[in-house]
C-alpha cells in the first residue's frame, strides 16, 4: 500500500492519493513439480538429479518449483525429498504437491 501526501490540503483534507495493490508478481507453482505438469513425480525428481548433476533438462525446467527446501539451491536434496514424499515416507513439512504463490 501506497500512501501519497503530495499536493494534500491539510484544511479542506483533500488531494491524497492511496494505491492499494493485492498479490505479487510471484507465478503461481507446485512445489516440487519441476517440469510444470501440475503433478509430482518421479520425472520431477529425475529432472532434479539430471540438474544436479549439470545435465540437460529442457525449457520448461522451474527451479523455483524443484527447490523444495526453500534453501535458494536445486540440489540432490530436494529430489530426494520428493522420492520420499512419493514414497510416503515422514513427514510433508515442505508442503511438496501443494501450490505456492499467485494464482
Do not use: C
Request: net charge negative; hydrophobic share 35%; charged share 20%.
Amino acid at each position: 500500500m501506497q500512501l501519497d501526501l503530495t499536493g494534500f490540503d491539510f484544511e479542506s483534507k483533500t488531494g491524497a492519493k492511496m494505491t492499494v495493490a493485492w498479490g505479487s508478481d510471484t507465478p503461481s507453482y507446485v512445489i516440487g513439480d519441476a517440469d510444470g505438469d501440475g503433478t509430482v513425480t518421479t520425472k520431477d525428481a529425475t529432472l532434479i538429479q539430471r540438474y544436479d548433476a549439470m545435465m540437460s533438462v529442457g525449457d520448461s525446467f522451474d527451479t523455483a518449483a524443484a527447490d523444495v527446501d526453500g534453501d535458494g539451491k536445486v540440489t540432490i536434496l530436494d529430489a530426494t525429498l520428493i522420492q520420499r514424499y512419493l514414497a510416503g515416507i515422514g513427514t510433508n513439512k515442505y508442503h511438496i504437491g501443494e501450490t505456492t504463490g499467485v494464482a
